[in-house]
């Protein structure tokens, strides 16, 4: 029996010692309040509550109960856990609220063996809460996908430099917010959206390509279209700003193309299967011991043909390293942007050390001095190599890699 069931059963004798002592009237129901179970807070009544909470429903004459709705969608309970005077119960994950129904009654109804009543009530809306953004690096009039959960009753979205969207479309689910990326011009931040039942703040900044954060863009000194932060080694992948083959970048970036590798094949360094960078000065000494967890690595990625077997080995330094293979568990094994670019996020915990001689399958990293060098240099680079399945085709874009504080 865990905890939760113990209080139960006390809350529960208790309650059925204090009823065998009146007389089992049977009059119409009524409730008086609604309350949380914790016998500490029974003086606080309460009109509202989220989704899937258990809630202690006090009233009179609730024996019998034979059907309880929240908004009309009935819940299940346990008649053990009902008495003339009580009745223990959780509200359910998918009772109906404002957002799926703007009608919606905010009602608790109770029907017993010998009459009916109900209650005022509203199932809240849970906060908003942002997962993810399609492409944090997003051109102005490119379409912008926000994913999360609670996405309902949106009232608008801020961005950086005090602009304001009101122009959007959520789904019915509250999962997903489609909306145009406004002009920025050089205005970095996060952005909020706001909703009637609260706000949620993304985990990294927009518009972030030539800001500190970044350790590459590839633009050069004297290129145009963003500052410069280039800090590449100039081998490896083709560095390229070719808008006709990946459109919607603002400078250069690194195109990785080969093919016709045979199954485990570690020579990462033939044919353009790397990325190599400059040890990079981003930090001070002082981010040695924050936790990794508080950081991510971020950057954009943009297939022209589909990624299907190539794993691509994220290093910081020679020790840690995360294996990107966004093909496992993707429809069909393939992941495929479609020749737009997306933003991948890795928190930095989830760069490992080598185990079994593979790199990136032992334990992650605990703090930031794991992964930079002495006083915050960041040492890093990308390999892509095949395992048991060869690679025929690799065909993607690289481009602002860059380390976020998203904590």
């Given at each position: 029996m865990n905890k939760l069931q113990s209080i139960i059963c006390i809350f529960m004798l208790s309650l059925l010692w204090a009823c065998s002592k009146d007389?089992?009237?049977?009059?119409?129901?009524?409730?008086?309040?609604?309350?949380?179970?914790?016998?500490?807070?029974?003086?606080?009544?309460?009109?509202?509550?989220?989704?899937?909470?258990?809630?202690?429903?006090?009233?009179?004459?609730?024996?019998?109960?034979?059907?309880?709705?929240?908004?009309?969608?009935?819940?299940?309970?346990?008649?053990?856990?009902?008495?003339?005077?009580?009745l223990i119960i959780t509200i359910p994950e998918e009772a109906p609220t404002e957002a799926t129904d703007p009608?919606?009654?905010?009602?608790?109804?109770?029907?017993?063996?010998?009459?009916?009543t109900s209650y005022s009530f509203v199932v809240d809306i849970p906060p908003p809460s942002i997962f993810a953004i399609s492409n944090e690096n997003a051109m102005p009039g490119d379409s912008l996908y926000i994913f999360g959960s609670s996405l309902w009753l949106i009232e608008k979205i801020q961005f950086p430099g005090g602009r304001e969207v009101t122009?959007?479309?959520?789904?019915?689910?509250?999962?997903?917010?489609?909306?145009?990326?406004?002009?920025?011009?050089?205005?970095?931040?996060?952005?909020?959206?706001?909703?009637?039942?609260?706000?949620?703040?993304?985990?990294?900044?927009?518009?972030?390509?030539?800001?500190?954060?970044?350790?590459?863009?590839?633009t050069n000194d004297g290129e145009t279209g963003e500052l410069p932060r280039l800090n590449w080694?100039?081998?490896?992948?083709?560095?390229?700003?070719?808008?006709?083959?990946?459109?919607?970048?603002?400078?250069?970036?690194?195109?990785?193309?080969?093919?016709?590798?045979?199954s485990n094949d570690p020579a990462w360094w033939n044919g353009g299967r790397s990325g190599n960078f400059n040890d990079v000065p981003m930090f001070t000494a002082a981010i040695m011991t924050q936790q990794a967890s508080d950081y991510a690595l971020k950057f954009e990625v943009n297939t022209?043909?589909?990624?299907?077997?190539?794993?691509?080995?994220?290093?910081?330094?020679?020790?840690?390293?995360?294996?990107?293979?966004?093909f496992v568990g993707a429809p069909g094994a393939s992941f495929h942007t479609e020749n737009k670019w997306v933003t991948a996020t890795i928190p930095l915990s989830e760069f490992k050390t080598k185990a079994d001689d593979v790199e990136g399958t032992?334990?992650?990293?605990?703090?930031?001095?794991?992964?930079?060098?002495?006083?915050?240099?960041?040492?890093?680079?990308?390999?892509?190599?095949?395992?048991?399945?060869?690679?025929?085709?690799?065909?993607?874009?690289?481009?602002?890699?860059?380390?976020?504080?998203?904590?």
């Open positions: 007389d089992g009237l049977s009059g119409p129901p009524s409730v008086r309040s609604v309350t949380l179970l914790d016998s500490a807070r029974q003086d606080s009544a309460f009109t509202r509550a989220l989704p899937g909470t258990l809630v202690l429903i006090t009233g009179d004459n609730l024996d019998g109960i034979t059907q309880v709705s929240f908004n009309g969608l009935n819940a299940y309970f346990n008649p053990a856990y009902n008495t003339n005077t009580h009608d919606v009654p905010n009602l608790i109804h109770i029907v017993t063996t010998h009459g009916e122009a959007f479309n959520a789904d019915e689910e509250g999962t997903l917010v489609r909306l145009v990326m406004p002009n920025l011009g050089t205005d970095t931040g996060r952005i909020t959206i706001v909703a009637k039942y609260g706000s949620a703040t993304s985990n990294g900044p927009l518009n972030d390509h030539q800001s500190g954060n970044v350790i590459s863009n590839f080694a100039w081998w490896g992948a083709d560095r390229k700003n070719d808008a006709t083959l990946f459109p919607g970048t603002r400078g250069y970036y690194l195109h990785n193309i080969f093919g016709g590798v045979g022209r043909e589909p990624w299907t077997t190539a794993v691509c080995v994220l290093r910081f330094g020679e020790n840690y390293a995360y294996r990107l293979m966004p032992g334990t992650g990293a605990a703090t930031m001095g794991q992964l930079l060098k002495p006083d915050g240099v960041v040492a890093f680079g990308f390999r892509i190599v095949s395992e048991a399945q060869p690679i025929e085709v690799f065909n993607a874009a690289f481009d602002n890699f860059r380390i976020i504080k998203i904590k």
